[in-house]
């Protein structure tokens, strides 16, 4: 399924641009040449059922993905952001014989138990020029079924699970995200998202190549790189975390005709605070537009199009995928109400590489997947995030989500980000502190800020501590660490604890 989309392309759009990384272009016809290459030598390597692919976004990335495939393995895409232990453990999890890499990571290589192709190594360009003159092979025989990649979440919470993707899967996900977003072969993608996280798979990745068109991959993200690419490469597609984007918004002679090729501009991920996407609006005149996914969803839920948008929402699901809202009771809430977020779809993965017992709790029996994810549904179909169920604290028994607190803040116009979490209070069990990174030369301070949050919350709901930083614990794609915050106020109570106490 996969391999048949690299193959059509080759076929249908030969010499057109498939992937340039600034280093390296290739047409449709190299990539599927080289992926063959590819295929060809990890082939013969005794690689094991599964291979791990550690390299960054990239004109060889797409390669070595459809190589594996086409060998009929499993590709494990790995993040090579993660420490060497962290790293180590998920290549024993999935039993990886073989990795392929470039010496750039050659130092992390030799911390893992596996043995390492580099890239630089392999006789890649040479079979590549021979391969041009013979004919590809056909697909592997896969069913849908089949296990297509395992990507290991980033382990921010918890240790890493490997979440497992089918063909089915992924294949769903493209064609109904295409769909969705009405995007065709004449769109021009910028690709500076990792490709070990999903959305940077999927969306900057194999959608290009269902679409057979063109990539510019980043391989390191800059918000410079960004601003030259854009124009330069008459980039109409942005797919990006809001933390990419305000990057991009601090860069200081960037201007609105940098951004003029731009139709359609995504921001998945994580929250899209309002000072950014206001921010991006009124400097570079781009809409962003927001998206709902998750690594077990292959990753497109729902999402905003040019057509369908609504300010303040995720969108509406993407085609064949059902979103329900489930209140506390199990049952379907009503329209505006808030509830855990279930989905049912062809993009719900196979499990949990593994580990039975935790696909089964997020995996009920009528096959919808229990997210976590605290959000409402309004009259319309459109989809609001308001927080997650572990976000969601108890101010003196009324529930709070963090998200609702962090969009009141955010709302400021000095306000670049926030990130709310519960505090413990001797008198109603929790109160919300909050941290706030402002905007680049704003100044704001904390009685400013609660003053602002009584404006649109109730007063249980105003964070009784708000703390002004420069910046926050970020993991490896960008989203705030909770868990780093929530050490951070742990430490700070212990350290002015008494170490006697008088009676």
């Known amino acids: 399924m996969l391999v048949d989309a690299l193959l059509q392309a080759q076929e249908k759009a030969s010499s057109a641009l498939a992937v340039d990384d600034g280093m390296r272009a290739l047409t449709h016809r190299r990539l599927a040449v080289l992926a063959r290459v590819i ?10 059922p599964r291979v791990g692919i550690m390299l960054p976004a990239s004109a060889v990335f797409p390669a070595a993905l459809f190589g594996v495939l086409w060998t009929g393995r499993v590709a494990v895409p790995l993040n090579f952001l993660l420490a060497a232990e962290e790293l180590a453990a998920v290549v024993a999890d999935a039993g990886l014989q073989v990795i392929l890499t470039v010496r750039h990571f050659q130092a992390l290589s030799e911390e ?9 190594d392999l006789p890649l360009k040479q079979k590549t020029l021979i391969g041009l003159f013979r004919r590809l092979p056909p697909a592997p025989v896969v069913r849908p ?5 395992i990507l290991y979440t980033s382990g921010t919470t918890a240790g890493p699970k490997g979440v497992e993707l089918s063909y089915g899967n992924l294949h769903s996900n493209c064609v109904d995200s295409i769909t969705a977003l009405n995007i065709d072969i004449h769109h021009r993608f910028l690709n500076v998202l ?15 190549v269902y679409l057979r068109a063109a990539v510019y991959a980043i391989p390191r993200f800059s918000p410079l790189a960004v601003v030259k690419a854009v124009p330069a490469k008459q980039i109409s597609v942005l797919m990006a975390i809001p933390s990419m984007y305000a990057a991009i918004l601090r860069t200081k002679s960037t201007t609105a005709e940098a951004f003029r090729s731009v139709e359609l501009a995504i921001s998945g991920g994580e929250p899209l605070p309002e000072s950014v996407r206001r921010g991006f609006e009124e400097r570079f005149g781009v809409v962003l537009r927001e998206g709902y996914g998750l690594t077990e969803t292959s990753p497109v839920v729902s999402a905003c199009s040019r057509a369908v948008h609504r300010v303040g929402t995720v969108g509406k699901p993407i085609p064949n995928v059902e979103v329900r809202i489930a209140g ?5 809430a009503p329209a505006s109400e808030d509830g855990e977020i279930l989905i049912r779809g062809p993009g719900i993965m196979k499990g949990y590489y593994r580990k039975l017992e935790e696909t089964r709790r997020v995996l009920d029996a009528d096959g919808w997947f229990h997210t976590g994810d605290i959000g409402r549904l309004d009259a319309d179909g459109f989809l609001a995030i308001t927080g997650r169920v572990k976000d969601m604290l108890i101010v003196a028994g009324e529930n709070v989500f963090a998200r609702e607190i962090e969009a009141a803040l955010e709302a400021h116009e000095a306000v ?4 709310v979490i519960g505090m413990p209070d001797d008198l109603r069990g929790e109160v919300p502190a909050a941290f706030v990174i402002p905007r680049q030369g704003a100044q704001v301070t904390e009685s400013e800020l609660r003053a602002f949050a009584k404006q649109s919350l109730a007063g249980f709901k105003v964070p009784r501590r ?38």
Do not use: N, Y
Request: with cysteine; proline share 8%.
């Open 466 to 503: 708000i703390d002004i930083r420069d910046d926050l614990p970020v993991g490896p794609t960008g989203k705030i660490l909770k868990r780093r915050l929530r050490e951070l106020l742990t430490s700070e109570r212990e350290s002015v604890t008494p170490k006697e106490t008088k009676v």
């Open 416 to 419: 670049s980000q926030a990130a």
């Open 145 to 149: 079924d089949d296990t297509a990649v």
């Open 328 to 332: 506390a009771d199990g049952r379907a």
């Open 112 to 120: 893992l138990p596996a043995r390492v192709l580099f890239l630089e």
């Open 194 to 208: 990792p490709p070990f996280h999903v959305f940077g798979l999927t969306a900057c990745v194999l959608i290009p």
């Open 39 to 48: 295929r060809d030598i990890v082939a013969g390597a005794d690689a094991g």
